[in-house]
């Protein structure tokens, strides 16, 4: 189990210097959030790259930007908006390769309109996926039909081994259950996590400012995909300095057991 800094934390300083903060306050393994197009220029990915093999840092997986859009592009009775978007999702498989991501964050539709189709129009962007050897991954959003356990543990009986899964800790309190719902909704085809602490100050803490119950949470997760990579992701007003995500990452480390010198 690998652990992790999304460099969302760092939202809205840009992409690069976010990276470049992390890397050199030690974290070996992030998530790229990208922010806008021409951060999936070639050009660019290239640049996060050379830097992720100039700290020798890990990229285990990237979300979009695009993610509140994916109900119309997605979901709509618009085949070519379906068919613009696949293209369109091309360009972060291609910045995923450059980077040597794995899993790709989706947040999927809002509205309800039937598992079926939620099924369908996932497996189109999962199969391009495939193509490019990356893993699309539905996360669990509150605003989102993901939002639900029942949902997902649902769509994943219907899609089997077909079926990969985010699960966000903070997003689960946030749809009124808990983190421990949704992992068991999910079971074996949860492939991501992103994690922070909870409790009464809040939804989305610092490790340690809540009372989550990681080593419960662990010992399951450990159980159902032990090479699960897991990133720290906070709001930006969760935290004051960069020595506050570099402790909880700290402490995620020797939660997993994962070494941090052994991961650089």
């Known amino acids: 189990m690998v652990v992790g800094v999304s460099t969302a934390c ?17 974290i070996s393994c992030v998530e790229v959030f990208i922010n806008t197009h021409s951060e999936l220029k070639k050009g660019f990915a290239h640049g996060v790259v050379n830097m992720l093999r100039r700290f020798d840092m890990k990229c285990p997986s990237v979300h979009p930007f695009t993610c509140e859009i994916e109900q119309q592009m997605f979901f709509s009775d618009y085949e070519r908006r379906l068919s613009d978007i696949l293209e369109y999702y091309k360009l972060y498989f291609r910045f995923m390769n450059i980077v040597g991501a794995d899993v790709f964050v989706f947040h999927g539709g809002k509205a309800d309109r039937g598992k079926e189709l939620y099924c369908e129009r996932y497996m189109k962007l ?6 490019f050897g990356v893993d699309v991954a539905v996360e669990n ?9 029942a949902f997902i543990r649902d769509i994943a009986k219907m899609l089997g081994d077909d079926f990969s899964f985010v699960l966000d800790t903070k997003q689960a309190i946030r749809s009124g259950e808990t983190p421990f719902s949704f992992l068991e909704a999910a079971g074996k085809s949860v492939k991501h996590v992103h994690i922070s602490d909870s409790g009464e100050l809040g939804d989305c803490l610092l490790i340690g400012k809540g009372r989550f119950q990681f080593r419960r949470f662990f010992d399951r997760l450990n159980e159902l995909n032990p090479d699960c990579a897991v990133i720290l992701e906070l709001y930006r007003n969760g935290w004051k300095g960069i ?10 480390c020797s939660m997993t057991g994962a070494e941090i010198d052994a991961q650089r």
Do not use: T
């Open 10 to 26: 760092l939202y809205p300083k840009p992409l690069e210097e976010a990276l470049y903060d992390l890397a050199v306050n030690g």
């Open 141 to 149: 959003v509150s605003r989102c039909q993901s939002g639900s356990s």
């Open 243 to 252: 020595s506050d995500l570099v402790s909880s990452y700290n402490i995620l």
């Open 126 to 131: 999962k199969e391009l996926g495939r193509e």
